[in-house]
């Protein structure tokens, strides 16, 4: 069966400092990746998508970055962190119709 | 792009108690799914319904495409069920990403 992982669960940043979250996929090929982040308590908010390795689409103009270096690998950047990129963090993968997502990793920007 | 809107935003219920959540999209979907966010965040999946009706347990699901609405039934509602309910949508036109409505936020009290 196919799980998802992400990692750090938790983490505290100061303003400035860089970001590096990453999500793994495991028992699946080729799938669809997804970074979003929820900010408010509900409603998500798509950042990045890939296809492909290598093939990341962004949704949000912001300093965030992602990249795709293997096919199950995502990994979400920023060189430095502002106040507003507190949120939590959700992965997500998807392989022909469902889409699943990881457990999340919830970032505090002090 | 597509808009998702969910009804009602809020909804507090007793233990025992039905609920019908709503939701309705602005274009043709070949992707609907609902999910229930817990307490900590975990994102569950629940339905994967672009057309039809599902049961699953105490839920069922039901799409009706031609109109653009989605309606979630929870029977014997139990506190376990409190959390805040999303439906997804992905369009024809959607390159193969989920947008989300804003949530419905349940609270069963014992």
């Known amino acids: 069966s196919q799980t998802i992982h992400q990692w750090p669960a938790t983490l505290v940043q100061p303003v400035g400092s860089p970001l590096s979250l990453e999500c793994t996929v495991e028992g699946t090929s080729n799938p669809n990746l997804y970074w979003y982040r929820q900010a408010a308590g509900r409603g998500l908010q798509l950042l990045f998508y890939?296809?492909?390795?290598?093939?990341i689409s962004s949704e949000v103009p912001q300093n965030l970055s992602a990249s795709r270096p293997q096919d199950r690998q995502f990994i979400l950047s920023s060189k430095k962190l502002l106040l507003s990129d507190s949120g939590f963090y959700l992965c997500?993968?998807?392989?022909?119709?469902?889409?699943?997502f990881g457990p999340g990793t919830r970032l505090t920007v002090t | 792009g597509i808009q998702v809107e969910q009804s009602p935003p809020d909804l507090i219920l007793q233990e025992g108690a039905n609920s019908t959540l709503r939701c309705n999209f602005s274009d043709s979907v070949n992707n609907l799914q609902w999910f229930h966010q817990n307490p900590w965040g975990q994102l569950i999946n629940l339905f994967y319904?672009?057309?039809g009706t599902k049961q699953n347990g105490r839920l069922s699901a039901t799409t009706v495409a031609t109109e653009r609405y989605s309606l979630l039934y929870i029977s014997s509602s139990q506190t376990t069920d409190s959390g805040v309910y999303f439906c997804?949508?992905?369009?024809?036109?959607?390159?193969?990403?989920?947008?989300f409505g804003q949530g419905t936020r349940l609270t069963i009290n014992p």
């Open positions: 997500a993968w998807k392989v022909g119709g469902e889409q699943y």
């Open positions: 319904i672009p057309s």
């Open positions: 890939s296809v492909g390795i290598g093939q």
């Open positions: 997804a949508v992905e369009g024809f036109r959607g390159a193969q990403k989920l947008v």
